[in-house]
């Protein structure tokens, strides 16, 4: 059962180190001053290699150490970094994370021999390139750790404010095995399990750097605790590969006074999770060229997601009880007997709307993730396409640090594949046509994220050939999605949208890297499954832009409630601009067509009963008031028998035999308890 | 049917084995049947709102106790005539693939035990591949009960939704 569970607390070590390392090499071929870089991916290698050694993983610990004694070469000078050692560590990360999986899955896992002939050849090319010898070599195999003697500002400050208080500290001097070789592991199981027991203050090192990789053999735990740390002791000492642990009273004397004479070299907001080891290299700037980088993420437990799901949901039945509850007061409130109650009444609603506004919040939080989690893989897979195609292409990250819900993000993982590649196969130019047009060499694509209102926006431009509108319309004339004369009528604008018909690809032939069969049709309706939407501007000659709108959550929504022949819709606020009184006089026409001047700005005004009956220009006088959103992102101003409120309303699925209707994004349960249809905007017409 | 009848009728069919338990109910004037084990719960009409653009056979969705389900019109699937609503409609909920969905039906009549016996298939009595959610047809004293799929009627409402979906969202405008 332990063995189990430490290779599931290996494997999860070794995703993120493979994560990391990814990131590392791209930038490594990028840039070529990387020794921080370098030193980065020798130590993933080396943490590997000590828990492959420690669970028997026989293969792993071959590759990871052959790999490590060519970065030591590097790393001590001895030899220069080439092209050809570059893409031996990607081959190397390919196939540990083939072999990962199969450890994860019980899959069989992938044969050394092809890699290790590789690795041996490329140690064996390069002796004869002499570099003067290196000052100072780490001995192979030991990645340099720092031994806990410096306590760091933060963590000494809070020792400070504990010691101020009445409890008395503790120090927990845990020593362990050098020789154990899972050494990162157990301080993680050591301070977790002391932390379930006793209150902790800090560690050295911290529980963040023992995640971030570093190894100590000896750990400083500064806790309080009600038994006198007596059971905090217990628990540690019963840890695999303990050999001492002492337990001693906290005073911190000296504390004070280390810390107002201490020279800290780092300034404050230039932390740089790189140098966390605290490793005494060369290169303490090099770090600034990491761009990515997984930081501290705090501490965390995993939640399964159907919990979570089911949370959710409880959260949303408890946001429609306190809506009813506010109703009910607001009635009482309205007649004079129980005007009090009413009252009273009010304000533990309004208690209860705060509370589970937090609650709502903080459950909505736990659900979302980084982009980053999906981005990472991409720099990686744009390098190597690129490569493929012949094509020389910069590829940048914008705003990863974004945090979206799981099933928005899961959502997208594919779509923004299938764009990439497209920006990369049929985008970006040769690098000859871009030099014959004037253009840089090399093609840029950059993928951005962004907050805007309530939605994020991800956009993914490049500065590539752009897409020809009168190439389109041909093209789809050819393949009968459209007549001639049908074409000729489309505005440009729409001539793109045709990309997103079923059965429609501008590619000449399929090719390996985008032809898959897959069309922007698919990508259209994954994100439209999530409420999310997409846009494409182009032009030619200078580029495409790609854009993504995702809802933040899908579960809870602000909505306005409307009506319509007598039936509520609820259409979500993130699409409604503004709802303004119509009165019969202010309709104006356009081309034949209604439409509302609104502030110089005209909006084709059509009524949602006549959009839901598929004839948007239905003639219907009974409207009072317009709803102004957009569609395709034009204005629209749709016309509604009337407006029952604003309401936080809990998205709920519509089924399988509802799902895919146009215009429709879901259903909810109004606060009387009638169900009602939740409209999207940008589709209904 | 009287239930002395029908309780000679159990004991004698018990004997057998071969019997299945099927709710049975009524939509214009032929009586149909489900297995008893694809029927969840049954509930008095409610309200059921309509829900745009959806299949002609839909008759809209209901909220039954937090969750919104799909309600079909099984006369408008079976093209009978539209009916004004009645005290004695019920809503028939069943599950297929994990999803609730509800069928009208005009009333339910009762559970049956029917013997396997008594069952013949479909395709001797009707013609036609648009009758694959029907089971069979089984005769309970001098009349006939029509055996129905559930599970494929439900399938089968999905098919003609994603058609019309797929149709709907070909052209172009």
Known sequence: MEYTEDLSIFLEEVDELLTNTEQNLVELEKSSSGEAIIQEIFRAMHTIKGGAATLGLEDGVEVTHAMENILDTIRSGERKLTPDITDLLFLVLDWLSDWKTALETGGERPPTGDLMIRIQAVQAAEADAPVESAGVSHPSGGAPFKKPSALDPDLAHRLLEALDQAMPVYKLVVKLNPEAELLSVRCFQILVLVDEIADVIGSVPSKEDVEAGETPDELEIYLRSDDQGISAKQVAESVQDVVQVSLVPYDGSGLRESLSSRQWDEQPGEVKAGDKGGDSGPDKDAGADLVIRKTNLGRTVRVNVDLLDLLLNLVGELVIDRTRISQIASRLQASEPTAVTGNELAALSARLQRTSQELQEGIMKARLLPLMSILAKFPRMVRDLSSRCGKKIDFELQGERLELDRTVLEAIDDPLIHILRNAIDHGIESPDERKALGKPERGKITLSAWHQENQVVIQVRDDGRGMDPERIKESAVRKGLITTEAAAKLSDREALELIFTPGFSTAKQATEVSGRGVGMDVVRSNLERVNGHIEVRSQVGTGTAVVLRLPLTLAIVRALLVECSGITYAIPTSSVDEVLAVHPDEIKTVKGKAALTVRGSVFPLVSLEGCLKDDPWMRNGNFKYAVLTRTHDEPLALGVDGLIGEEEIVVKELGKILSRLKGIGGATILPQGDPAVILDTTSLI | ?173
């Open chain 2, 1 to 173: 049917m009287s239930s002395n009848q029908n309780t000679h009728e159990d004991t004698t069919k018990r004997e057998t084995g071969h019997e299945r338990q099927i709710v049975a109910f009524c939509l214009g004037s032929e009586t149909y049947g489900v297995d008893i084990q694809k029927v969840r719960e049954i509930i008095p009409i409610q309200k059921i709102v309509p829900v745009p653009r959806a299949p002609d056979f839909v008759e809209g969705i209901i909220n039954l106790r937090g969750k919104v389900i799909a309600v079909l019109d099984l006369r408008k699937h079976f093209g009978f005539e539209k009916k004004e609503p009645t005290p004695e409609q019920r809503i028939v909920l069943t599950e297929s693939d994990g999803e609730r969905i509800g069928i009208i039906v005009d009333s339910v009549s009762s559970v049956l035990r029917i013997s396997e016996n008594s069952i013949e298939p479909p395709a001797s009595v009707i013609a036609g591949d648009e009758v694959d959610y029907i089971q069979g047809i089984a005769k309970v004293n001098d009349s006939l009960i029509v055996l129905l799929d559930l599970t494929r009627i439900i399938s089968d409402a999905e098919r003609r939704t994603l058609k019309q979906v797929d149709l709907a969202s070909a052209l172009v405008k």
